[in-house]
């Protein structure tokens, strides 16, 4: 389905719920915020006969109703961290990043930095929102986390997170397996992997052990043994921790991990919608024109499909390219057995430290369609100017096409 944005603002509807006194969570409208006054964000400061008062908007009020209120009546000290920490924040810029306070005798804030704590304020609200529906929407145990201390940008308007393929009309991405293998203890003779003629992709501490090239084959809804299977792990989900967070050197948004990750672990799938070769072609020259595209080709057998990110995925939508990366793209075969609809798998290369940002390469075998913010949507195989490649790595081959 296409979405529709709500044209009226934020504060348009929350006028309108208190007109109508409806609630509605996601604008901020409780039944608490319906009956009570709460601190919502701190807007401006000024000091009149020596007390000083902050600008405050109510939590589920529009900004037309906006008062100031003495310090000592405002009970929010993290609030007024925030405000003082983006206030400094904003100073700081000017000079190179050094602090800067303000006088003594300054009583009033400039326009301009009132306006900067606002934009913050209103951007830390609306990542916070974020967060919350991401996590709502996973279908996984760990954590996603936002975060922005780089610029004002906030969620992406056009992305709808989704945690398998959303296939377009007429594909089918569900074959209608009906068997599984009949194992008391994966894997035995007859499981999976091998009757597919490929070994078991997994060791016994459910890391993995075939070469990059090389098939996964996981037990389906069908076959016989639990969840505990070894042989059950792309089809769980994540088991890390990730932040979705803003590069500070023009590659758009990326993805850290939040945790420590062993070599040949597996880290995520890469989902987006289904399409045919045939529309990738056309929406790969609309989004050329628009500067982004998210176009993945399901090659492992041939070129009749591909994966569109661009709208609808993942936490995988957001990773960086590398020349040198920590993730290897792997082909997984789960309840589908057809070889032209793989589900995409990111391993690590290599042991990943918390908090290091996760890479793969977009022009290994799989990817060499996929563009992402730090390619600046230029589709590789498809554009004339070459796009310059800021991964930073030693080894980096200085354009991504």
Known sequence: AWYVPCLASLETLQELCRKENLTC????????????????????????????????????????SNTWEPRKHLNCPLLIQNFLRDKTEYLSRGRGGKAMK??????????????????????????????????????????????NTVDLEGPPLDFYYINEYKPAPGINVLNGI???????????????????????AYNKH???????????????SYCRCGPDCPNRIVQKGTPYSLCIFRTNNGRGWGVKTLQKIKTNSFVME???????????????QFYDNQGNTYLFDLDYDSDEFTVDAARYGNVSHFVNHSCDPNLQ?????IDNLDLRLPRIALFSTR?????????????????LDLTSDSAEGLTPSKKSIRTVCKCGAMCCRGYLN
């Open 102 to 147: 303000l006088r003594n005798h300054v009583k009033t804030l400039k326009p301009a930095i009132a306006d900067y704590i606002v934009k913050k304020a209103k951007q830390r609200i609306a990542l916070q929102r974020w967060k919350e529906e991401l996590n709502r929407k996973k279908n996984h145990k760990a954590m996603i986390l936002v975060e």
């Open 351 to 367: 042991t990943i430290k918390a908090g290091e940002e996760l890479t793969f390469d977009y022009q290994m075998k799989g990817s």
């Open 178 to 200: 009906t068997t599984g293998c009949e194992c008391a203890d994966c894997p035995a003779e007859k499981c999976c992997p091998k009757e597919a003629g490929f070994i078991l």
């Open 270 to 284: 890469y989902v987006g919608e289904v399409i045919t070769s045939e529309e990738a072609e056309r929406r790969g």
């Open 25 to 64: 969570k996601s604008i901020g409208i409780t039944n608490r915020s319906l009956k009570s006054y709460e601190v919502e964000y701190l807007c401006d400061y000024k000091v009149e006969e020596g007390k000083a008062y902050y600008l405050v908007k109510w939590k589920g009020w529009p900004e037309s």
């Open 329 to 333: 793209v792997f082909n997984v075969f």
């Open 206 to 220: 459910k890391k993995l052990k075939i070469q990059p090239g090389l098939p996964i084959y996981e037990c389906n």
